[in-house]
C-alpha cells in the first residue's frame, strides 16, 4: 500500500500498489531572490521501479497516468 500524505495535512490517502507500475518523484524548491520575487526549481529525483509499502509526506501534488505515480514534493 502506498500512503500518500499532503502538505498541511493530517490524513494520508491509500493508493494500491497493484494499480502502480513505478513511482517518478519531482522535488520542487522555491526561494527568495531580490527586490521581494521568488524563483521555483524544480528537480527530478528519479524513479521507483515496483514500489511496495511507501509513505510520501510533504506532497504538493500527485497523479496517476498510465500506472506510473508522479508525485511533486515540496519542503
Known amino acids: ?12 490517502e ?9 513511482v517518478k518523484i519531482q522535488l520542487t524548491i522555491t526561494r ?3 527586490c521581494g520575487g521568488r524563483e521555483k526549481k524544480s528537480y527530478d529525483i528519479g524513479w521507483i521501479e515496483n514500489p511496495k509499502d511507501m509513505k510520501l509526506s510533504t506532497v ?8 506510473v505515480l508522479e508525485v511533486m514534493i515540496e519542503p
Request: charged share 55%; with cysteine; net charge positive.
Open 60 to 67: 504538493k501534488e500527485y497523479k496517476i497516468t498510465d500506472r
Open 14 to 22: 491509500e493508493i494500491n500498489e497493484k494499480d502502480i507500475d513505478r
Open 1 to 12: 500500500m502506498i500512503l500518500i500524505q499532503k502538505r498541511y495535512r493530517d490524513d494520508a
Open 32 to 34: 527568495k531572490v531580490c
